[in-house]
């Protein structure tokens, strides 16, 4: 027996026309420094479901220790059918972010997971050091090797008139043994308290990462459907765009992550994991794609 919530979110669950799956605790768990992914019950189905049916989707993480590519790349080594440019990672939003901005130059704190996306832009990438020179932009992300002099080079180009952003401000990722601490949120603290800058983010759940995606989607972000574990992230993105809002229990999010929260801010749907997603689209939706699948290869005869 369903309530009337329910019925409405399974409504607009046969209406979405896209996806974006978390990564970390939705489709696959690894340890602390996110090695070592393994699939979680229903994960791979559900991906080859929407793939066969044509239904867009993006896979979306906050971790920026890997590129998009790579990132991608370890998921079909685990065994899920990711292409490469169905992987988003914080880094992706920012060049979004940056080439709307005119950014021509920003210093990044981490690794080559958000240094080759910019590269790849034709954005320069100025490395952490003093006299490193005016920036458009400072960028925050996975570092672990972070010490006090990346700490005075960053404050210096915030000085200096570039604008802060963060690829995440959550805390934690899940991993299989248990909440991972991240580096983006405690070095973005630093140089705020530092500097008093304002800070923006990249990646979830900000509105600037749900739009980047529903743009790689080719959707809007109201007809999107958002799916991830973590009650700070995926839930909070899909509400601020009006998306539909599906969390899953297999990561951060577990029994009573959501029960202190206003209706509001409540998931649309609260499943144990992508198996049961996957138990609902197969039983409800297999008709509403089908046509979905039908009316695009007869558009796409029709063009060419």
């Not at 993480?61 to 490469?84: E, I, K, M, W, Y």
């Not at 700070?232 to 009573?256: D, F, K, N, S, Y």
């Not at 992508?274 to 409800?284: I, M, N, P």
Request: proline share 7%; with cysteine.
């Amino acid at each position: 027996m369903t309530t009337p919530d329910e019925d409405r979110a399974r409504k607009r669950l046969r209406n979405a026309r896209g996806f974006i799956f978390d990564m970390d605790g939705t489709l696959v768990l690894g340890d602390r420094v996110n090695h070592g992914l393994r699939p979680l019950p229903g994960a791979v189905l559900m991906l080859e479901w929407v793939r066969d049916r044509g239904v867009p989707y993006v896979v979306f993480t906050n971790g920026t220790n890997r590129s998009p590519a790579h990132f991608a790349q370890v998921l079909r080594d685990a065994g899920l059918p990711v292409p490469d440019d169905r992987m988003m990672t914080p880094a992706s939003s920012a060049v979004v972010m940056f080439t709307k901005r005119g950014y021509k130059r920003v210093m990044v704190l981490g690794g080559r997971g958000m240094t080759d996306p910019l590269r790849e832009a034709g954005i320069e990438v100025v490395l952490p050091v003093a006299e490193a020179g005016p920036v458009d932009a400072v960028f925050v992300g996975w570092f672990p090797e972070f010490r006090m002099p990346e700490l005075e080079a960053a404050c210096e180009a915030v000085w200096g008139g570039a604008s802060l952003f963060s690829a995440s401000e959550t805390p934690f990722f899940a991993s299989a043994g248990g909440r991972a601490l991240g580096t983006s949120r405690a070095i973005s603290a630093m140089i705020r308290s530092l500097t008093g800058c304002r800070l923006r983010v990249t990646g979830k759940p900000s509105l600037d990462a749900l739009r980047a995606a529903a743009t790689r989607l080719g959707v809007p972000a109201k007809d999107v459907a958002v799916v991830g574990d973590d009650p700070l992230l995926e839930v909070p993105m899909a509400h601020r765009g009006h998306a539909l809002a599906i969390a899953v229990a297999t990561g951060l999010g577990g029994a009573g992550a959501y029960d202190h929260l206003p209706a509001e801010r409540q998931p649309h749907l609260r499943l144990r994991g992508v198996d049961e997603l996957l138990d609902l689209v197969t039983t409800e939706l297999p008709l509403f794609y089908a046509l979905e699948s039908c009316h695009d290869r007869d558009a796409r005869l029709r063009f060419h």
